[in-house]
T-cell receptor
Framework: AQSVAQPEDQVNVAEGNPLTVKCTYS??????LFWYVQYPNRGLQFLLK??????LVKGSYGFEAEFNKSQTSFHLKKPSALVSDSALYFC?????????????FGAGTQVVVTP | DADVTQTPRNRITKTGKRIMLECSQT?????MYWYRQDPGLGLRLIYY???????NKGEISDGYSVSRQAQAKFSLSLESAIPNQTALYFC???????????FGQGTRLTVV
């Protein structure tokens, strides 16, 4: 069975500092990996995805993520956080094989960026 | 107009009542999903459908049913609502392979 873990319920960072949100996954075969962001009272917005190829993926709003197959991780990063980055972030995986097509989410990490 | 539209946006219902949440999409996608969001639990998959004739249970399908009326429409029903079904419900669509999912704005359901 596939699964996604976001080990941190909340990440606190000062504005201008680097931001990292962690994600690890378990899936059969090669995964498709995604990051989404949710602002208060809004739906989920797509940030970036890893399908194949370059392990460093760049996405919206200056975010990037690094796929590490040996560590089964897909951590989200931003070099310099903004107060407006404060939101709830979700990692998701879609696997192949028995779980083909099913999109599964982690529990989410609340990011708080302080001025 | 939004790519994925959910109705209603908010609903309060009584225990034991049947309620239907509706979702329609204009993306032309074959895949549609229903999730519920609870604080600290993230999004949990209720049901998903890869085409009109394909319906699959997710992690937490007990107490729910779905209907895929057309490629663009996927509705979620609570046959007899109970208070622990109070949550934020999201519909999503995606294309095949590595396509990202597109989400509706959510339906906030309260069962009293």
């Amino acid at each position: 069975a596939q699964s996604v873990a976001q080990p941190e319920d909340q990440v606190n960072v000062a504005e201008g500092n680097p931001l990292t949100v962690k994600c690890t996954y378990s899936v059969s075969g090669n995964p498709y990996l995604f990051w989404y962001v949710q602002y208060p009272n809004r739906g989920l917005q797509f940030l970036l995805k890893y399908i194949t190829g370059d392990n460093l993926v760049k996405g919206s709003y200056g975010f990037e993520a690094e796929f590490n197959k040996s560590q089964t991780s897909f951590h989200l990063k931003k070099p310099s956080a903004l107060v407006s980055d404060s939101a709830l972030y979700f990692c998701a995986v879609r696997g192949v094989g028995p779980s083909w097509g099913k999109l599964q989410f982690g529990a989410g990490t609340q990011v708080v960026v302080t001025p | 107009d939004a790519d994925v539209t959910q109705t209603p946006r908010n609903r309060i219902t009584k225990t034991g009542k049947r309620i239907m949440l509706e979702c329609s999409q204009t993306k032309g996608h074959d895949r549609m999903y229903w999730y519920r969001q609870d604080p600290g639990l993230g999004l949990r998959l209720i049901y998903y459908s890869f085409d009109v004739k394909d319906i699959n249970k997710g992690e937490i399908s007990d107490g729910y049913s779905v209907s895929r009326q057309a490629q663009a429409k996927f509705s979620l029903s609570l046959e007899s609502a109970i208070p622990n079904q109070t949550a934020l419900y999201f519909c999503a669509t995606s294309g095949q392979g590595g396509s990202e999912a597109f989400f509706g704005q959510g339906t906030r359901l309260t069962v009293v």
